[in-house]
């Protein structure tokens, strides 16, 4: 029991490891055991999480460089993991961007880019990292989804980011009863606002902070470290039983509607 949430010597793929929240989940592994392939498209920012990570948690990590939306870059992204490592056990799916634009005007440059990145990345992370686990027959998927995949705000400008995380959860839920068979489990985490840069409009104004607070029951924006929590949950064998779930992370939020 004591190693319920121990995730030693197993291989994790952070991708986005570079992002606030990525970074975050990127050390909360390392020190829960894990060596990590930080992969982002900004190689200085992932040469310097894996350095930190390396520093701090006396943990293995080294960065990958890769372009999520084109397929051959995550083709070889997967191929430079397996030689660096030899296998991959953990694949974490922490990237993501979001373009507010009004519903009328919604430019479909903006779309494609926000579906390109969230979604298209999401499946092909999952189809090219899903060929080693399946041939493992074993491993954990955990992909960033958001509450905003099964809720709506207050502000307009959604409709896009709202759109790919309902998609991720479509996508979550697919493979969990696909890959079923093959022993993997796979899972999303939906957190409301996390205190990162991706978060600023909505920490910096004060009407809006407001009006998010009111609307959490825990009354407070989450922070990096709850999302690290759940995300080694999902990793670590005290989550094997559980697969093709959505856990909100949102201080009550979804729970009242």
Same mark, same amino acid.
């Given at each position: ?6 995730? $030693? ?21 390392? &020190?829960?055991?894990?060596?990590? /392939?930080? /992969? $982002?498209?900004?190689?200085? %920012? *992932? &040469? ?13 990590? =080294?960065?990958?460089?890769?372009? +999520? ?12 993991? +397996? *030689? ?7 694949? =974490? ?15 479909? %440059?903006?779309? $494609? ?5 969230? =979604? ?5 992370? !999952?189809?090219?990292?899903? %060929?080693?686990?399946?041939? %493992? ?30 998609? +991720? $959860? ?5 493979? #969990?009863? &696909?890959? *079923? ?6 899972? /999303? ?17 004060? &009407? ?7 609307? !959490? ?12 929590? #759940? !995300? ?5 064998? *005290? ?15 979804? /729970?009242?509607?």
């Amino acid at each position: 029991m004591a190693n319920l949430f121990r995730v $030693d010597n197993k291989i994790a793929v952070v991708v986005g490891g570079a992002g606030g929240i990525g970074e975050a989940l990127a050390h909360g592994l390392a &020190e829960y055991g894990a060596r990590v /392939a930080v /992969a $982002d498209i900004d190689q200085a %920012k *992932a &040469e310097q999480v894996a350095r930190d990570v390396q520093a701090q948690e006396k943990q293995e990590a =080294v960065a990958f460089k890769f372009d +999520i939306t084109d397929e051959n870059s995550v083709a070889a992204l997967r191929d430079q993991v +397996i *030689a660096k490592f030899g296998t991959v056990d953990i694949l =974490v799916n922490s990237q993501g961007v979001n373009v507010k634009k009004d519903a009328t005007e919604f430019p479909v %440059k903006d779309w $494609d880019f926000m579906f390109n990145i969230n =979604v298209r990345g999401t499946m092909l992370t !999952c189809r090219e990292f899903g %060929k080693v686990l399946t041939e %493992k027959k074993s491993g954990k998927v955990i992909n960033l989804s958001s509450v905003r995949g099964v809720r709506a705000t207050f502000w307009g400008g959604n409709e896009g980011y709202a759109a790919t995380k309902a998609a +991720i $959860d479509m996508i979550t839920r697919s493979l #969990a009863s &696909e890959w *079923a068979p093959y022993k993997i489990n796979v899972n /999303a985490i939906g957190p409301s606002t996390v205190a990162t840069k991706f978060s600023e409009r909505t920490l910096q104004d004060p &009407e809006r902070l407001k009006r998010f607070l009111a609307s !959490c029951p825990l009354g407070r924006v989450g922070q990096p470290i709850d999302v690290v929590g #759940a !995300c080694i949950f999902l990793a670590s064998p *005290a989550s094997d039983y559980i697969t093709g779930q959505i856990i909100y992370l949102d201080g009550g939020l979804t /729970a009242i509607g």
